[in-house]
């Protein structure tokens, strides 16, 4: 398939949260996929209204809506992937999740576009009860992505794919978000499941950096725990999102990739 049109829609994974910084924004998978699929196409085009902690709901009443005019059938590719962020609240209701998640994608797979759908690491290497806590919601998340995707005949995007998602060495200093290193094996990843042009050397392994000095690792886990931990508790205290007051990064489509 060559497609004439690439949407994005979610939350800070699609964003790019936390890859290298273009033009003020982060660069993010889906504009690396972007920059494959325009050179497949001369009126190729890219949007990307995914927006960081935002919930499914959300991305249902407030991207989903602007996308759809939007979408002009098969050549049309549509990312969707959210409800990690819902998984992490307190609040969290697997049912709920499922009904919003299906009325979204419904509504995207009505259109006749090529839709892909993501699930999420299960297991993080960790132990304890939050570890726990991750492996139970997540692996329902994935288990709802993965009946709904197979009901609608839906190309479904498994973490497991990648033998080194689970890998702390993906993921930027928050150690929630992909770094660059993610940001391209998740962009390649894609473009081989669609037949795309890719790097068959995404699945290579990591090699590890040698180990920190102990006494380095206790300190970068208080920092982190000092910069990302207590503000996200101090968001969910407040009712607040990192999203709030965020447009996404293309809302229109525009020709890709962008000239610099």
Known sequence: MIFDRFIVLGDSFSEGMTDEIRDGNYRGWGDRV?????????DFTYANFAIRGKLVKQVLDDQ???????????????????GAND???????????????????????????????????????????????????FSTFNAIVHEIGTELNL?????????????????AFDRLHLNERGHYRVAHAVLERLGQPHDAQWRKPIVAPEEK??????????????????????????????GDG???????????????
């Open 34 to 42: 972007a920059d494959v699929l325009a050179t497949q196409s001369e």
């Open 213 to 242: 000095f102990w006494l380095l690792q206790k300190a970068m886990t208080g920092l982190w725990i000092l910069t990302f931990v207590l503000p996200w508790v101090l968001r969910r205290l407040q009712g607040k999102s990192s």
């Open 155 to 171: 190309v479904v995007m498994d973490s497991k794919m990648d033998p080194e998602s689970a890998s702390p060495h993906i993921l």
């Open 87 to 137: 998984a992490l609240r307190p609040s969290y209701n697997a049912e709920t999740l499922r009904a919003d998640y299906r009325a979204a994608v419904e509504k995207l797979a009505a259109t006749g576009a090529t839709i892909i759908l993501f699930t999420v690491v299960e297991k993080t290497g960790n132990g304890g009860r939050a570890s726990e806590l991750w492996f139970e919601r």
């Open 64 to 82: 989903i809506p602007r996308a759809l005019p939007l979408i002009t059938g098969p050549k049309t590719l549509v990312s969707f992937h959210a």
């Open 246 to 260: 965020r447009r996404g990064k293309y809302e229109t489509p525009i020709s890709w990739p962008v000239a610099r």
